[in-house]
T-cell receptor, first 112, second 119 residues
Framework: DAKTTQPPSMDCAEGRAANLPCNHSTISGNEYVYWYRQIHSQGPQYIIHGLKNNETNEMASLIITEDRKSSTLILPHATLRDTAVYYCIVRVGDGATNKLIFGTGTLLAVQP | NAGVTQTPKFRVLKTGQSMTLLCAQDMNHEYMYWYRQDPGMGLRLIHYSVGEGTTAKGEVPDGYNVSRLKKQNFLLGLESAAPSQTSVYFC??????????????????FGPGTRLTVT
């Protein structure tokens, strides 16, 4: 699986958009980008995934660059409850490999 | 629908003692996983199961055993606990589904965790 690189921490003001970057320069054509988050002391929570098109759901938007070497998770209006560690994970979407490999993620601190 | 539940929530063991952590899911998922998370680190996969009666090793399987006798339950056993096994243990389950873009993948649902201390 392709390796991902994320900044260790970021701050964001409450009500503003939080943009979390992820580099995955060795991603291959059949690998998907997944985002999970982990609020303190809780189990991780799935946010969104994408292959090459931008994706949006009720939680966030995922912007993947045209060359797919990087992506950005966008929380459009961050709240204090969005303070968490955000994990960017790259996995093959073939149905056979179902294991997630977590890095250390980005600690997003939403400030009042 | 409780999702994924874990028992117990907290436990303190002495070195050499044994215990079993229970994970239960009510979503009829085929796949189940056990992870551990040490302070300041991401989750690491211990063992996983792709169906009732089957188990497989993950990244860090040494010192642990698992069993999946029923589809809804996945047990993690420590036969002889060591201080290095002090950690937070998370269970997860998932089901295969189609992904945007045509692939097949899995969205994992996690339990609340079990905090284990081995002294």
């Amino acid at each position: 699986d392709a390796k991902t690189t994320q900044p260790p921490s970021m701050d964001c003001a409450e009500g503003r958009a939080a943009n979390l970057p992820c580099n995955h320069s060795t991603i291959s054509g059949n690998e998907y980008v997944y985002w999970y988050r982990q609020i303190h002391s809780q189990g991780p929570q799935y946010i969104i995934h994408g292959l090459k098109n931008n994706e949006t759901n009720e939680m966030a938007s995922l912007i993947i660059t045209e060359d797919r070497k990087s992506s950005t998770l966008i929380l459009p209006h961050a709240t204090l409850r969005d303070t968490a560690v955000y994990y960017c994970i790259v996995r093959v979407g073939d149905g056979a490999t179902n294991k997630l490999i977590f890095g250390t993620g980005t600690l997003l601190a939403v400030q009042p | 629908n409780a999702g994924v539940t874990q028992t117990p929530k907290f436990r303190v063991l002495k070195t050499g003692q044994s215990m079993t952590l229970l994970c239960a899911q009510d979503m009829n998922h085929e796949y189940m996983y056990w992870y551990r998370q040490d302070p300041g680190m991401g989750l690491r996969l211990i063992h996983y199961s792709v169906g009732e009666g089957t188990t497989a090793k993950g990244e860090v399987p040494d010192g642990y055993n698992v069993s999946r006798l029923k589809k809804q339950n996945f047990l993690l056993g420590l036969e002889s606990a060591a201080p290095s096994q002090t950690s937070v243990y998370f269970c997860a389950s998932s089901q295969q589904r189609g992904l945007a873009g045509g692939g097949v993948g899995y969205e994992q649902y996690f339990g609340p965790g079990t905090r284990l201390t081995v002294t």
